[in-house]
């Protein structure tokens, strides 16, 4: 039986921590349209769910984000710092900010709300 090799990704951790502070950021905006949701007599249900889903997405984010930097490698090539993740680490990263971007595109698509501090 041969052994594969395992598969391992990298990232820029300041890449990393803009998006950590963006999450922030995005919770902060979701848990405002969500106190305004309830306290309004507002039934959109799509609405509500494309809320909800933006403060879950956003908040496991960070989490993730808080879980490499305490227990993934960091390592310093060309001045820059560097995390490495497994494969799997890694998929999960991606799909969660891609899914972020498309609720993010379906609340300024159907809603007209733009998740961007001014």
């Known amino acids: 039986m041969s052994k594969e090799g395992k598969v391992l990704f990298t990232f820029d951790t ?10 922030d950021k995005q919770l902060s905006i979701s848990q405002g349209l ?18 909800c889903e933006s403060y879950s997405l956003n908040y496991k984010l960070k ?4 879980h490499w930097f305490e227990n993934m490698f960091i390592t ?3 001045e820059m710092e560097i995390i490495t993740v497994s494969q799997q680490e890694a998929m999960l990263m991606e799909a969660s900010i891609f899914a972020r971007e ?13 998740n961007h501090y001014n």
Do not use: A, P, W
């Not at 498309?102 to 733009?114: G, N, V």
């Open 14 to 23: 300041s890449t990393m921590e803009d998006i950590y502070v963006d999450c």
């Open 34 to 51: 969500l106190k305004d949701f309830f306290e309004t007599t507002n039934t959109n249900k799509l609405f509500l769910s494309l809320l």
């Open 63 to 66: 989490e993730q984000i808080e």
């Open 76 to 78: 310093k090539k060309d």
């Open 102 to 114: 498309q609720i993010k595109t379906e609340l300024r698509k159907h809603f007209h709300i733009s």
